[in-house]
């Protein structure tokens, strides 16, 4: 098994920058793919940004050039580093990683962009 403890959500004015960390433990060797999605109040789940062990990068083209996916393998950490936020960012951010097929998942961090 393994767990995901994320980070760093909170409340944030739009134009500002958070950083959201997602920590894995437990079974962690050879965790794969890692990376970060969302969901806001009435929407379905959707993908920001996910990193392999690479360091390939998939990210949603509607944050692409304000967040940046980031992972460190050796403390099995991913980080979403989030400038120019904007209340349409608003939303519950999930941690996902990947180990042999199986998908695990963290259990959120609200992310809340207002004036």
């Known amino acids: 098994q393994v767990q995901l403890v994320e980070s760093g959500g909170g409340l944030v004015q739009p134009g500002g920058s958070l950083t959201l960390s997602c920590a894995a433990s437990g079974n962690i060797f050879r965790i794969g793919t890692m990376g970060w999605y969302r969901q806001a109040p009435g929407k379905q789940r959707e993908l920001v940004a996910t990193m392999t062990r690479g360091g390939n990068t998939n990210i949603v083209d509607s944050v692409k050039g304000r967040f940046t996916i980031s992972r460190d393998n050796a403390k099995n950490t991913v980080y979403l580093q989030m400038n120019s936020l904007k209340s349409e960012d608003t939303a519950v951010y999930h941690c996902?990683?990947?180990?042999?097929?199986?998908?695990?998942w963290g259990q959120g961090t609200q992310v809340t962009v207002s004036s």
């Open positions: 996902n990683a990947d180990q042999w097929g199986v998908a695990y």
